[in-house]
């Protein structure tokens, strides 16, 4: 059975890579690619892809709301996380919030084959030094867990964490409100209400916090 597949990476030169690699593959169609986490969003809804793989830091829309939407939508589509960061927060982030994979960018082709079908097969693939955070994690008693993972970046609904990831990537209010098709005055109103949430009071503060919570990347 054909796996149609959707990648999602705003480096072009990683996106044609994967596609011309994974197209030789007889059992794989890749149906379309995203430069960001939006994009992935509405070609995701359009296309219906079976498997979608994810870069984690994408400018716009970060990977992990972008499979939260793409999940809410169509929760049988199966994520599989591709990135360079092999941190932590990433890693909890995008299993915690449904990926069924999560393997690093410096991986071998074949590593890359062996997760797309576990994956399609209903299992969860991890990079052997992903497995290793994983039971890190798990290994932790429940009340450290919650301990370390910031209560504040939950506090904020998934419209306020797209707000400030595009404010913390630069973006003016008019500029915002342009891309999520919002009035200014909302989004105003949204900068206002995620500084009291957080009590976080300058533009700085909110990147400095959006980059430690993994919603931005200083490398994008």
Same mark, same amino acid.
């Given at each position: 059975?054909?796996?149609?597949?959707?990648?999602?990476?705003?480096?072009?030169?990683?996106?044609?890579?994967?596609?011309?690699?994974?197209?030789?593959?007889?059992?794989?169609?890749?149906?379309?690619?995203?430069?960001?986490?939006?994009?992935?969003?509405?070609?995701?809804?359009?296309?219906?892809?079976?498997?979608?793989?994810?870069?984690?830091?994408?400018?716009?829309?970060?990977? #992990?709301?972008?499979?939260?939407?793409?999940? !809410? +939508? $169509?929760?049988?589509?199966?994520? =599989?996380? %591709? /990135?360079?960061?092999?941190?932590?927060?990433?890693?909890?982030?995008?299993?915690?919030?449904?990926?069924?994979?999560?393997?690093?960018?410096?991986?071998?082709?074949?590593?890359?084959?062996?997760?797309?079908?576990?994956?399609?097969?209903?299992?969860?693939?991890?990079?052997?030094?992903?497995?290793?955070?994983?039971?890190?994690?798990?290994?932790?008693?429940?009340?450290?867990?919650?301990?370390?993972?910031?209560?504040?970046?939950?506090?904020?609904?998934?419209?306020?964490?797209?707000? #400030?990831?595009?404010?913390?990537?630069?973006? !003016? +209010? $008019?500029?915002?409100?342009?891309? =999520?098709? %919002? /009035?200014?005055?909302?989004?105003?109103?949204?900068?206002?209400?995620?500084?009291?949430?957080?009590?976080?009071?300058?533009?700085?503060?909110?990147?400095?916090?959006?980059?430690?919570?993994?919603?931005?990347?200083?490398?994008?």
């Amino acid at each position: 059975m054909t796996i149609r597949i959707l990648i999602a990476d705003d480096h072009k030169i990683v996106c044609d890579g994967l596609k011309a690699l994974l197209e030789k593959q007889p059992e794989m169609e890749i149906v379309a690619q995203a430069a960001n986490g939006r994009e992935a969003v509405k070609l995701a809804d359009v296309h219906r892809p079976d498997m979608v793989i994810m870069d984690v830091a994408m400018p716009d829309l970060n990977g #992990l709301e972008a499979m939260r939407q793409i999940l !809410s +939508a $169509r929760p049988k589509t199966k994520v =599989l996380a %591709l /990135s360079m960061h092999a941190d932590r927060r990433y890693v909890t982030g995008m299993l915690s919030a449904g990926a069924s994979g999560y393997i690093l960018k410096h991986c071998a082709f074949e590593e890359l084959i062996q997760a797309i079908h576990t994956v399609r097969s209903n299992q969860v693939y991890l990079s052997p030094a992903i497995a290793g955070i994983v039971v890190q994690e798990l290994a932790q008693p429940k009340g450290a867990r919650t301990r370390s993972s910031s209560p504040n970046i939950q506090a904020l609904t998934s419209r306020e964490r797209e707000v #400030l990831q595009l404010i913390s990537e630069g973006h !003016s +209010a $008019r500029e915002i409100a342009g891309r =999520l098709h %919002l /009035s200014v005055k909302t989004i105003e109103t949204h900068r206002r209400q995620i500084m009291e949430k957080l009590a976080i009071h300058s533009v700085a503060d909110l990147t400095k916090f959006a980059i430690r919570e993994g919603l931005t990347s200083l490398e994008k």
